[in-house]
């Protein structure tokens, strides 16, 4: 199970990437494809045609990080949301963790959290007494 920070995001790059790939074609793929900050910290995956290999590039402060994984049956189902038109998607981190198991999100569906249920907004005020 990955553990990361709230500011952390996590994008997944839209298309197959050859695997080949390392650090620097990597993070030249995050700035003209994905047009963010290959060091900003945020996580970037990448996934192959087949869809049983992927990558995931990340700045540590220090220099790039990849992780790599293989899918020894199956496939890694990421699902593209057609909407947006850019070179990426944004996915959460617990979405992640589930699509480097394997699993299937399509048909997931997330619960209601208090935040969906009661937006904070600045102009919402709470008495402080009665």
């Not at 500011?7 to 390392?22: E, I, L, P, Y």
């Not at 700035?31 to 869809?51: A, C, M, T």
């Not at 394997?102 to 969906?116: Q, S």
Request: with cysteine; aromatic share 10%; hydrophobic share 40%.
């Amino acid at each position: 199970m990955l553990s990361l920070p709230p500011s952390v995001r996590v994008f997944v790059a839209r298309g197959a990437t050859d695997m080949r790939k390392s650090f620097d074609t990597l993070a030249a793929l995050v700035i003209h494809v994905i047009e963010e900050d290959p060091q900003s910290g945020h996580l970037f995956l990448f996934v192959n045609k087949r869809r049983d290999r992927a990558k995931i590039l990340w700045w540590d402060r220090s220099g790039y990080c990849l992780l790599a994984k293989r899918l020894e049956h199956g496939k890694f189902h990421i699902f593209d949301r057609p909407s947006e038109s850019t070179g990426a998607f944004e996915v959460s981190a617990s979405e992640l963790s589930l699509l480097l198991e394997g699993i299937d999100l399509r048909g997931a569906k997330r619960r209601l959290t208090h935040d969906d249920l009661f937006p904070s907004s600045p102009e919402r005020s709470f008495p402080l007494g009665r």
